[in-house]
């Protein structure tokens, strides 16, 4: 079992719509998880960050946390044709010290 | 957040030789940390450089292979050494932000061996 589970996509979504991009995760020792945006060509860029259980918003984007579940998602309200990007979810594993392991990426593709 | 320089962002070299590829932060960090990314995947931690011990590998990475220097808190290199066409990857160096705000990468290392 991997540590950071992702559907590769595509997922394809028209513009406007709501997308949503889900992660699970092995280590339910976890306490950080993290969403990166990585358009083709550039490093990732961090577009969201969550610690507790629930929902977390931030503009358009929506993170959602379910360590019961060990479940980690993320949604897109009104999504753009620039939010077609690959969408990494990571998971900082802890313990003696912090390091990041990422799932596999979700291709997202918005179309007009 | 943190900026990183990241350098040199590409470079293409021949088998059997190797390649050092250097970042350098804005700011001081206790860990610094160095990723793979394969053509059209995701990131694969090598290693975990912290200034002044040696760096920690993980599995399937060795020293041999990918040497890590951290001479102070800003700056740190990796060799990737004896290459083969197997190694063309992009390489990124990461920092994590200080508060636990995330990790922040530099902008990456297209490297292709030929």
């Known amino acids: 079992q991997k540590e950071v589970e992702q559907n590769s996509g595509p997922l394809s979504v028209p513009e406007g719509a709501i997308a949503s991009l889900n992660c699970t995760y092995s280590d339910r020792g976890s306490q950080s998880f993290f969403w990166y945006r990585q358009y083709s060509g550039k490093s990732p860029e961090l577009i969201m960050s969550?610690?507790?259980?629930g929902d977390k918003e931030d503009g358009r984007f929506t993170a959602q946390l379910n360590k019961a579940s060990q479940y980690v998602s993320l949604l897109i309200r009104d999504s753009q044709p620039s939010d077609s990007a690959t969408y990494l979810c990571a998971v900082n594993r802890e313990g003696g010290y912090n390091k990041l392991i990422f799932g596999a990426g979700t291709r997202l593709a918005v179309h007009p | 957040s943190a900026v990183i320089s990241q350098k040199p962002s590409r470079d293409i070299c021949q088998r059997g030789t190797s390649l050092t590829i250097q970042c350098q932060v804005d700011?001081?960090?206790?860990?610094m940390f160095w990723y793979r990314q394969q053509p059209g995947q995701s990131l694969t931690l090598i290693a975990t450089?912290?200034?002044?011990?040696?760096?920690?590998?993980e599995s399937g990475f060795v020293i041999d292979k990918f040497p890590i220097s951290r001479p102070n808190l800003t700056f740190s290199t990796l060799t990737v050494s004896n290459m083969s066409p197997e190694d063309s990857s992009i390489y990124l160096c990461?920092?994590?932000?200080?508060?636990?705000?995330?990790?922040?990468f530099g902008s990456g290392t297209r490297l292709t061996v030929v």
């Open positions: 700011s001081q960090v206790t860990m």
């Open positions: 450089a912290n200034q002044g011990s040696e760096a920690t590998y």
């Open positions: 969550i610690y507790s259980n």
């Open positions: 990461s920092v994590e932000e200080i508060r636990g705000e995330g990790y922040t």
